[in-house]
């Protein structure tokens, strides 16, 4: 079956670094999302990896290893705008979304 | 302007009195989806199109209907809703390597 675990909220503080993990089990593999979202509003593009190894946009940086089923989302410098859901997404044919991890920041 | 454009944003209706909520995309994709979003449970999909008469059931395609008649368009249609549709409904397109939303639309079923 298709499994998406990302934890539900974390808690960090203005300034800092976190780091939000993703692990998956899907039947095909052909990329992995970071989306955020605010409250209410649609999901925003943050990062796409295909290929294993870290890829830095920035203050965010994603990484990737296929053979772990595991991802994670880097966010470092952290800003109260940063208080948002962080949606994890694994492509196959289709595109399926874990449950998103709620990020507080604390000033 | 790159967009999906998803309308209404807001909509409150009756149970069992048939809707349509409509999804274009001026990007040429070929790749559509609906997803439907719930507290705690995430983004759910409803359906997707990978192509112009392409669809396929998602994880939650009960009560829902689409078509894909024209690359641009991919409509959401309730037949008959129930008070187990309400909920915050988005649509996506995309490539390979990107998914673009649209602004969401908030569906209320009496």
């Known amino acids: 079956g298709q499994n998406i675990d990302q934890p539900t909220e974390m808690t960090a503080t203005e300034g800092a670094i976190v780091q939000i993990n993703c692990t998956y089990q899907?039947?095909?593999?052909?990329?992995l999302f970071w989306y955020q979202q605010h409250a209410g509003e649609a999901p925003t593009f943050l990062s796409y990896n295909v290929l294993d190894g870290l890829e830095e946009k920035g203050r965010f940086s994603s990484f990737l290893s296929r053979s772990k089923g595991y991802s994670y989302l880097l966010l470092k410098e952290l800003q109260m705008k940063d208080s948002a859901s962080y949606l994890c997404a694994v492509r196959d044919d289709k595109i399926i979304f874990g449950k998103g991890t709620r990020l507080h920041i604390l000033p | 302007e790159a967009q999906v454009t998803q309308n209404p944003r807001y909509l409150i209706t009756v149970t069992g009195k048939k809707l349509t909520v409509t999804c274009s995309q001026n990007m040429n994709h070929e790749y559509m989806s609906w997803y439907r979003q719930d507290p705690g449970l995430g983004l759910r999909q409803i359906y997707y199109?990978?192509?112009?008469?392409?669809?396929d059931k998602g994880d939650v395609p009960e009560g829902y209907k689409v078509s894909r008649k024209e690359k641009r368009n991919f409509p959401l249609i309730l037949e008959s809703p129930s008070p187990n549709q309400t909920s915050l409904y988005f649509c996506?397109?995309?490539?390979?390597?990107?998914?673009?939303f649209g602004s969401g639309t908030q569906l209320s079923v009496l």
């Open positions: 899907t039947s095909g593999f052909n990329g």
């Open positions: 996506a397109s995309g490539k390979f390597e990107k998914l673009f």
């Open positions: 199109s990978m192509n112009v008469e392409v669809t």
